[in-house]
């Protein structure tokens, strides 16, 4: 089965850049989703299809895909990002072709 | 406003069944593709299962093959997952949520879930 395979944790400055990557083989030939979850919350998609950006997120939030790692990146990081952040993909040549990341803790120092 | 609520949940012995319900609302259910997602207490999320539009195509994963099965009603608006011979690692937060596009696409809209719990 696919797997995908993300960092437990990161930690980054307000104001600062947050980078969290997916590894997949070959996950560039695949399109990724990313979610945000905070405490006591269901998920909240922030990225689509690699790059879109579903409406109400903001334009910090962005995304890239290629080759063997799915990027998402926060710019001018808030308090208020703090949350565990979820990629998932679909595996069309599984069986049970859905897949998420294990998560990442985003601290925001 | 897009709206799913779901239902069903609690405490099951092992062995025992369950069936969770999801109501949707604010848009039209028999054009999405829906899924079910699950959070284990402290846990990742874990694709569960998908349904196409009109039932005709279903997706598992391999842990509930032949144990879960998903369905949905399109006249009520209402997504089901039955779920049999429950074990203590089926105890999870049970989420149902709306596909946008296709069975490969993103859960746009998510509901609050439902927990369940499988112990004696």
Known sequence: SYVLTQPPSVSVAPGKTARITCGGNNIGSKSVHWYQQKPGQAPILVIYYDSDRPSGIPERFSGSNSGNTATL????????????????????????????????????L | EVQLVESGGGLVQPGGSLRLSCEASGFTFSSYWMSWVRQAPGKGLEWVANIKQDGSEKYYVDSVKGRFTISRDNAKNSLYLQMNSLRAEDTAVYYCARILIAAAGPSDYWGQGTLVTVSS
Not at chain 1, 78 to 86: P, Q, T, V
Not at chain 1, 92 to 99: A, E, K, L, R, T
């Open chain 1, 73 to 108: 990146t926060i710019s001018r990081v808030e308090a208020g990002d703090e949350a565990d952040y979820y990629c998932q993909v679909w595996d069309s040549s599984s069986d049970h072709p859905g897949v998420f990341g294990g998560g990442t803790k985003l601290t925001v």
